[in-house]
Every structure is written in structure tokens, then in C-alpha cells.
Nanobody, 121 residues
Framework: QVQVVESGGGLVQAGGSLRLSCAAS????????MGWFRQAPGKQRELVAD???????NYADSVTGRFTISRDNAKNTVYLQMNTLKPEDTGVYSC???????????????WGKGTLVTVSS
């Protein structure tokens, strides 16, 4: 089983920056993709950004150019650097890890509990 723990949320003014971290731990063969999702009040959860073990990144259009996702494979940790934050970036940010328990095993998902990011105007 894989545990995912996020950190780094908080309150920031519009235009400010925050850095989120997420670490995956437990028993697994590989962590293929790690990503950040967010859910704003009254809205569905949406993908913010994800990154493969090889470093390929994918971003939501709304954060492209402002957010940067990076990964330390040795630590099974992913980071989300958020710059030029806007009030619409407010939400609960959850980390997701897609992992395998063996080389031919199916891909399983593990979610963190989430961290709240609040951007004030």
C-alpha cells in the first residue's frame, strides 16, 4: 500500500507564491505518475498538473506559465511551485500517485488527504 502526504498549503495574497510538496511512501515497485488536483468550493475536482517518472509534464490551461511541477524520483516526492496566484486558484489541492506493486502489475491510485490553498484578493 502507498501513502501520500501533502504539505505546504496556506493563505496568500493574490500575486503571491506557494510551494506544495507531496511524498509517496510504502511498498511499491514504481511510481509512474504523480500529480496535483484541486477542488474549489462548489466545483468538481480538476487536474492541475502531473509528471511522469521520466519528467514529462502536463498542465491545465489555467495554470500554464504560472505553476511548475517537478519531481525527485529518489525521494518519490513531487513539488508544485505556484506563482502569480489568483483568487480562482483557491481550493483543496490533493496529490495523486499512480503506482505499481510489480513490473507487470496494474496501475493503482493513492490519494493524499489534501491541503488547503486560499488566495485572497
Amino acid at each position: 500500500q502507498v501513502q501520500v502526504v501533502e504539505s505546504g498549503g496556506g493563505l496568500v495574497q493574490a500575486g503571491g507564491s506557494l510551494r506544495l510538496s507531496c511524498a509517496a511512501s510504502g511498498s511499491f515497485f514504481s511510481v509512474d505518475v504523480m500529480g496535483w488536483f484541486r477542488q474549489a468550493p462548489g466545483k468538481q475536482r480538476e487536474l492541475v498538473a502531473d509528471i511522469t517518472a521520466g519528467g514529462t509534464t502536463n498542465y491545465a490551461d489555467s495554470v500554464t506559465g504560472r505553476f511548475t511541477i517537478s519531481r525527485d524520483n529518489a525521494k518519490n516526492t513531487v513539488y508544485l511551485q505556484m506563482n502569480t496566484l489568483k483568487p480562482e486558484d483557491t481550493g483543496v489541492y490533493s496529490c495523486n500517485a499512480k503506482y505499481r506493486v510489480g513490473p507487470l502489475a496494474y496501475v493503482a491510485n493513492s490519494w493524499g488527504k489534501g491541503t488547503l490553498v486560499t488566495v485572497s484578493s
